[in-house]
């Protein structure tokens, strides 16, 4: 009842610079947090950074200050700006929402199908 689309991903020179941006659509009546997630091969999912309905942050150490997460409420899109990207920020990033649909009660944890970065000379 709720997708989220990402896109953006590619492939960049260490030091080069990426945005992803991740829509939200469906039956839904409001979105709370938003957020991004990677996995590397052989590794867990992680949380790179996450943002509230009215716009605090929160950040992984190893992505403070080279990446960026903002939204857009009116579109139900969240972004990540990722700048001086590393060879090691190589993963799938994965949007993630918690929202409350038409049908209903409680609020429930949404994830899109994860766009590839990769980060190589």
């Known amino acids: 009842q709720v997708q989220l689309v990402e896109s953006g991903g590619g492939l960049v020179q260490p030091g080069g610079s990426l945005r992803l941006p991740c829509a939200a659509s469906g039956s839904i009546i409001s979105i709370n947090n938003m957020g991004w997630y990677r996995q590397a091969p052989g590794k867990q999912r992680e949380l790179v950074a996450r943002i509230t309905r009215d716009g605090r942050t929160n950040y992984a150490d190893s992505v403070k200050g080279r990446f960026t997460i903002s939204r857009d409420n009116a579109k139900n899109t969240v972004y990540l700006q990722m700048n001086s990207l590393k060879p090691e920020d190589t993963a799938v990033y994965y949007c993630?929402?918690?929202?409350?649909?038409?049908?209903?009660?409680?609020?429930?944890?949404?994830w899109g199908q994860g766009t590839q970065v990769t980060v190589s000379s």
């Open positions: 993630n929402a918690r929202a409350l649909i038409v049908v209903g009660v409680y609020e429930s944890n949404y």
